[in-house]
DNA sequence: TAAACGTGGCC
DNA sequence: TGGCCAAGTTT
């Protein structure tokens, strides 16, 4: 028999108060900016090689103008090795839209969240819930696990459903605004220790009474395949990678020579270098290439 | 809708 | 050791 949605609220509630990890943006009275940041910075990354960074850019630029008063190339040089630099333009021009829409202040509305550059559904609901408080489904690829696997006994959760996810998340949220909180960070916190992709250490899960999976005697996941993911090595990714690091690596401008001795297929070089200048993590200058300066 | 987008951890 | 996975968003 399914979990009712309201059993749920209490074990993971229950369980996150006193299994919760020590993380930063955990402490009391850590900053909305700071949220903010460390929610771009853990898109695709994991919570271990964020926390550094986190520290160091909150250090620099304790507040949204601290940010939008230097060139994006500062911040995709402090980004570092966290990959998808284009999230450290994401968040540079966020935080200019902060500082002139919002008074310097990051928002707490859902939809103003929304309109700035770089925030989807995820990070939008995850700044008003975590930084603010306020009563939202979080949905992302830890809930929707646990989800599929406690509520609808399914191995793994199948593509992101943009109508049905953020619904059924909502389904099992307590009414009272504090508890909602919890239970979102709580419900995520099980995905990412307890209920994880592989090998899910199903004894220590405080949802294994009421997990549909675990009672249907964990069937094996039929749905549809996902979409691997393609080869690093050798990829327009691993090219844009390397010209990444070797400009973030100086001040001055790098000429065509100089980066072209990077990668010996120079048609490959050309497709890879010409897409970070459309994307604007490069850009032209007297003859040469270098990070983006207003 | 699916593909593109970095880098590293883990088994 | 190679492939899967990681607090997603954009086009």
Same mark, same amino acid.
């Given at each position: 028999m399914p979990p009712e949605p309201s059993d749920l609220a209490p074990l993971v509630t229950g369980w996150f108060r006193t299994n919760a990890r020590d993380l930063p943006w955990r402490r009391p009275g850590f #900053?909305?900016?700071g949220t903010l940041v460390s929610e771009f910075m853990l898109q695709q990354t994991q919570v271990s090689r964020v926390i550094p960074r986190l520290e160091e850019w909150l250090?620099?630029?304790p507040t949204p103008a601290d940010l939008a008063a230097e060139p994006p190339a500062e911040a995709v040089r402090a980004w570092g090795r966290l990959g998808y630099p284009r999230r450290a333009l994401w968040l540079h021009a966020a935080a200019t839209q902060i500082a002139e829409r919002h008074d310097g202040i990051v928002p707490?509305?859902?939809?103003q969240l929304?309109?700035?550059t770089g925030i989807g559904a995820y990070t939008a609901r995850a700044v008003a819930v975590f930084a603010y408080g306020d009563r939202h489904p979080v949905v992302d690829t830890n809930t929707r696990r646990v989800i599929a696997r406690s509520v609808r006994g399914q191995g793994e959760p199948g593509p992101p459903n943009a109508k049905a996810d953020l619904p059924a998340m909502a389904a099992l949220? #307590?009414?009272s605004r504090s508890e909602a909180a919890v239970f979102n960070a709580g419900l995520m916190e099980i995905g990412a220790v307890v209920c994880t992709a592989r090998a899910p250490r199903c004894e220590e899960c405080p949802l294994r009474e009421v997990c549909a999976w675990r009672a249907a005697g964990y069937p094996a996941y039929d749905g549809p395949v996902k979409t691997k993911q393609k080869q690093f090595a050798?990829?327009?990714r691993q090219v844009r990678g390397i010209i990444m690091a070797?400009?973030?690596s100086t001040h001055r401008s790098l000429t065509d020579e100089e980066l072209r001795a990077l990668w010996p297929d120079g048609e490959q070089f050309d497709r890879a270098?010409?897409?970070l200048v459309a994307d604007r993590l490069a850009v032209r200058v007297d003859g040469g290439y270098a990070l983006p300066h207003d």
């Open positions: #900053p909305a900016w250090g620099r630029w707490s509305d859902v939809d929304l309109a700035l949220l #307590p009414e050798g990829s327009d070797e400009l973030r270098l010409a897409g």
